[in-house]
């Protein structure tokens, strides 16, 4: 546990620095329209139809915010999913206890940042929990089956079960 904490606070420690960087490059013309970006506000612009053809810019530069803000456990989570699964054994079964562990004990946490993932790294995540390295496969089928009826978890629940294991 202490190594995948010294894991954690080695990766993101930089990336502090290279969300505020993305911050102040964030495209000023066309800001998030958003006062308070949270995962759900988030969501909810993402899934908008675009107005205009400044639209997908201002998504981005709220999604920019959110992981810039430092008040979203959910926004380093995503990034570090986004990364995938680390090269290496041990890196990689550290990497998988901790997304199992979050699945199993904070399923709807997990369940919120992997509706912001793209295609890709969902999938990834998806098939890391169906091949689970280090937690039994009953528990995270429980853990997801809790949210199979939560239509904003539904498309992930369902890729989950339905993806051959």
Same mark, same amino acid.
């Given at each position: 546990?202490?190594?995948?904490f010294i894991?954690?606070?080695? &990766?993101? @420690?930089p #990336? ?21 970006v949270?995962?759900e506000? !988030? ?11 400044y ?7 709220? !999604?920019?915010? =959110? ?7 959910? +926004?380093?989570? &995503?990034?570090?999913m986004? *990364?995938?699964?680390?090269? @290496?054994?041990?890196?990689?079964? %550290? !990497?998988?206890k ?8 904070k /399923?709807?946490f997990? =369940?919120?940042a992997?509706?912001? =993932? $793209? $295609? ?5 995540? &998806?098939s *890391? =929990?169906?091949?689970?390295?280090v /937690?039994?496969?009953? $528990? ?5 089956? /809790?949210?199979?009826? %939560?239509?904003s978890? +539904?498309?992930? &629940?369902?890729r989950? #079960? %339905?993806?051959?294991?």
């Open positions: 546990m202490r190594i995948l894991l954690i606070v080695v &990766v993101l @420690g #990336f502090s620095n290279i969300l505020n960087a993305a911050d102040n490059q964030r495209d000023v013309t066309h800001p998030c329209p958003l006062s308070d949270t995962i506000s !988030y969501l909810e612009l993402k899934n908008a139809a675009p107005s205009d053809k639209a997908p810019i201002r998504k981005i530069n709220c !999604y920019l915010k =959110l992981l810039s803000d430092g008040k979203s456990d959910q +926004a380093i989570l &995503v990034s570090l986004s *990364l995938g699964m680390p090269k @290496g054994v041990y890196s990689a079964q %550290e !990497y998988s901790f997304v199992e562990y979050l699945c199993v004990n /399923t709807k997990l =369940l919120d992997m509706n912001l =993932l $793209d $295609d890709a790294s969902l999938n990834s995540v &998806v *890391l =929990l169906q091949n689970p390295l /937690t039994n496969s009953a $528990d995270i089928d429980y853990a997801m089956n /809790t949210f199979r009826s %939560e239509p978890y +539904a498309t992930i &629940v369902l989950y #079960f %339905e993806t051959e294991k």
